[in-house]
């Protein structure tokens, strides 16, 4: 008999996602996002973090500073971004969990890329004008989005 406490696509694909948001450096928030097919295979992950060849130990990571440019946000590579850029196939149809609701300009990459469907795990954003265009744009074409629906389940890792 097989077991039946097995964890669902949604709980693995968000899983791999969560997990992936344990590699960002960002001290305020971790993101991660996971790219997935329609035949249930992961095509990329990705995280938020400093460009490929930048010392992230040089870079600045703070929220607030003198200008904008003492701050993380002209830097910082978003993890939707990142898994894009990570993927080496087509995007077109696949379905991205990431943990975080995207932002306008994460929004365009997705649609761009073909991406049909979102899954998100949190929206903390969400009346931010940011947000609140993302989600303009994903109805203008046409691309689905789903909040996460935690089931409560605990997976455990040792590493």
Same mark, same amino acid.
Not at 56 to 61: F, G, K, S, T
Not at 63 to 92: F, M, Q, W
């Given at each position: 008999?097989?077991?039946?406490?097995?964890? *669902?696509?949604?709980?693995?694909?968000?899983?791999?996602?969560?997990?992936?948001?344990?590699?960002?450096?960002?001290?305020?928030?971790?993101?991660?996002?996971?790219?997935?097919?329609?035949?249930?295979?992961?095509?990329?992950?990705?995280?938020?973090?400093?460009?490929?060849?930048?010392?992230?130990?040089?870079?600045?990571?703070?929220?607030?500073?003198?200008?904008?440019?003492?701050?993380?946000?002209?830097?910082?590579?978003?993890?939707?971004?990142?898994?894009?850029?990570?993927?080496?196939?087509?995007?077109?149809?696949?379905?991205?969990?990431?943990?975080?609701?995207?932002?306008?300009?994460?929004?365009?990459?997705?649609?761009? *890329?073909?991406?049909?469907?979102?899954?998100?795990?949190?929206?903390?954003?969400?009346?931010?004008?940011?947000?609140?265009?993302?989600?303009?744009?994903?109805?203008?074409?046409?691309?689905?989005?789903?909040?996460?629906?935690? *089931?409560?389940?605990?997976?455990?890792? *040792?590493?």
């Amino acid at each position: 008999m097989k077991r039946t406490d097995y964890i *669902s696509w949604d709980e693995y694909f968000m899983g791999i996602a969560i997990l992936s948001a344990e590699r960002s450096k960002d001290n305020n928030t971790q993101v991660g996002a996971c790219i997935v097919s329609g035949e249930r295979k992961i095509v990329s992950v990705g995280y938020n973090g400093m460009p490929t060849g930048c010392n992230d130990d040089e870079m600045p990571w703070e929220r607030d500073g003198e200008t904008v440019l003492d701050t993380k946000y002209p830097y910082v590579c978003h993890a939707e971004l990142n898994a894009i850029l990570n993927s080496r196939g087509d995007l077109r149809g696949c379905t991205l969990y990431v943990t975080l609701f995207p932002c306008n300009e994460c929004a365009k990459a997705i649609i761009q *890329s073909g991406i049909k469907k979102v899954v998100y795990f949190s929206d903390k954003y969400s009346g931010s004008d940011s947000t609140i265009a993302s989600r303009q744009l994903f109805r203008l074409c046409g691309v689905e989005v789903q909040p996460y629906s935690p *089931s409560g389940k605990e997976v455990r890792i *040792s590493l």
